[in-house]
């Protein structure tokens, strides 16, 4: 019903910056929460950011608070993940899902992209 598509993935030092961009298909789109999740090697896949159909509620990991913002275009059918002050820790693959659930909490997606490689060197 979705498709999803990142980009914006990349190696960059740590202190830098990057801006994640997931391009979602479909004219539903406002309908979806959508939500930001990564993957590190050896870990389990971890929530990072989400936001609500009208972009009016966003949540934050702990680790991405003061870091992390994430912001969508209900007209471009795009979702964001700007990220600055990066750490080696956060090195990981980056996701993005779309849910049919009000709340972008860490739960309830139904579609999932391909997933972007984030490598912050040190």
């Known amino acids: 019903q979705v498709q999803l598509v990142e980009s914006g993935g990349g190696l960059v030092q740590a202190g830098g910056s990057l801006r994640l961009s997931c391009a979602a298909s479909g004219r539903t789109f406002s309908s979806y929460s959508m939500g930001w999740f990564r993957q590190a090697p050896g870990k389990e896949r971890e929530f990072v950011a989400g936001i609500s159909r009208s972009g009016g509620t966003t949540l934050l990991a702990d680790s991405a608070k003061g870091r992390f913002t994430m912001s969508r275009d209900n007209v471009k059918n795009t979702v964001f993940l700007q990220m600055s002050s990066l750490k080696a820790e956060d090195t990981a693959v980056y996701y993005c899902?779309?849910?049919?659930?009000?709340?972008?909490?860490?739960?309830?997606?139904?579609?999932w992209g391909q997933g972007t490689q984030v490598t912050v060197s040190s």
């Open positions: 899902a779309a849910g049919s659930s009000w709340y972008p909490g860490r739960t309830g997606y139904d579609y």
